[in-house]
């Protein structure tokens, strides 16, 4: 299919290929160590990797944000605290950030809007999102590994690894990019639009940030097709405009 052939890659790893599958691209469970899967790949002569996956899914404020990086099939001790970015703290995201940035074969991190979202919908972003992050590496892959997701209309092969931000550090070091990035963003929006929490929250669901909604609408950077959104807004439509009326002379 490729010109490689599954004997070329170490016998503990041939059924977590695709083509060793019976379905292709069905997602696998990771184990073992976090370059296990690169280095198969990279011994068939498939490379380079890239890892990539996405952040801000869940938010109902603020961008969808993907991450995708390569990284050199040496061994990284610099990179021996990576693991799923929801395992670390904020502030050893942000130490690693220069860290991978600067070992790295290539990195990219882009953003899908809340508007083109709300226009579009949240699957046909997520997959946008991670296309479009692999598509803008400076030096393109021979192969993707993904967390769990089957990507279409990827230029390249892929192989889908359930929970593999913790067993794939390419796709751990694409994960921590995109999360600081998007983190760092919505900090931004928490000083252009104040009153939200944003730079607390992130965008995500909280009580506090549907009662700041409630009190002060729903701002540009709110994805207004979410339900919780919808209906905090509403809520403020309807004191809003209740509040506007009271305040009207009264004409005779």
Known sequence: MLGKHPEQLPGALIARLPWMRAAN????TGSGGLRDLEAAVDLAGLGPVAGVDEVGRGACAGPLAAGACILPSRELPELQELTDSKQLTAAKRRRLVPVIESVAVA????????????????????????????????V??????????????????????????ATALCIAAASVLAKVARDSLMADYDEIYPGYG??????????????????????????????????????????????????????L
């Not at 979202?117 to 992050?133: C, E, H, S, V």
């Not at 769990?148 to 931000?165: E, N, R, S, T």
């Open 25 to 28: 691209h069905v997602p696998v």
């Open 107 to 138: 990195t990219a991190v882009v953003f899908i809007e809340p508007a083109d979202i709300d226009t579009y919908g949240l699957q046909w972003a997520n997959f946008a999102a991670m296309r479009w992050a692999v598509t803008s590496l400076q």
């Open 140 to 165: 393109q892959p021979g192969y993707v590994l993904t967390d769990a997701v089957q990507l279409a209309g990827l230029p390249m092969p892929h192989i889908p690894i359930v929970k593999g931000d």
């Open 198 to 251: 944003f730079a607390g929250h992130k965008g995500y669901g909280t009580a506090k940030h549907m009662e700041s909604v409630r009190r002060h609408g729903a701002s540009p950077i709110h994805r207004y097709t979410y339900a919780n959104v919808a209906q905090a807004h509403s809520q403020w439509l309807t004191t809003h405009t209740a509040d506007t009326t009271a305040n009207q002379p009264t004409t």
